[in-house]
């Protein structure tokens, strides 16, 4: 199997991640169109790539908390069913990880459905306060 590219989208990679995304939760999971808002433009969006293309997207959102600290934020992970027990999620979840380790910060949120808890678990992220984390550093 090709291997997995994961990289922070440009322009047309945004388009791909979109679409991925809707794919995923609109039509598959009948989320409606809750997947879609205005913390796109300002988020990083991240796509994973096989030989056939896009397989999985994730957002990486950073915010303002309450305390003046920047805290990042891990939405809408999306793999494609085909694609889905591979590894193509964890290879995913790591590279927003790193991706926010770059930019300074010490932990990543997540507010996940059901269905990723224990993953995320195995991936080394708590529960806390209704949502989970993992401390990068």
Do not use: N
Not at 109 to 136: N, S
């Amino acid at each position: 199997m090709f291997p997995i590219s994961i990289r922070v989208a440009g322009p047309r990679g945004r388009l791909a991640a979109l679409q991925l995304r809707r794919s995923v939760f609109v039509e598959e999971l009948k989320t409606a169109d809750a997947a879609f808002d205005s913390r796109d433009a300002e988020s990083l969006l991240l796509l994973a790539s096989r030989e056939e293309g896009a397989v999985a997207s994730a957002r990486l959102y950073i915010e303002m908390g309450p305390d003046d600290l920047e805290r990042a934020e891990v939405q809408w992970l999306a793999v494609l069913p085909e694609h889905r027990g591979q590894g193509v999620g964890a290879t995913l979840l790591r590279a927003v990880e790193s991706e926010a380790l770059r930019r300074g910060l010490d932990a990543v949120h997540c507010h996940p459905p059901a269905a990723l808890r224990e993953a995320l678990l195995r991936a080394g992220y708590q529960e806390k306060d209704g949502g989970m984390v993992k401390q990068l550093w």
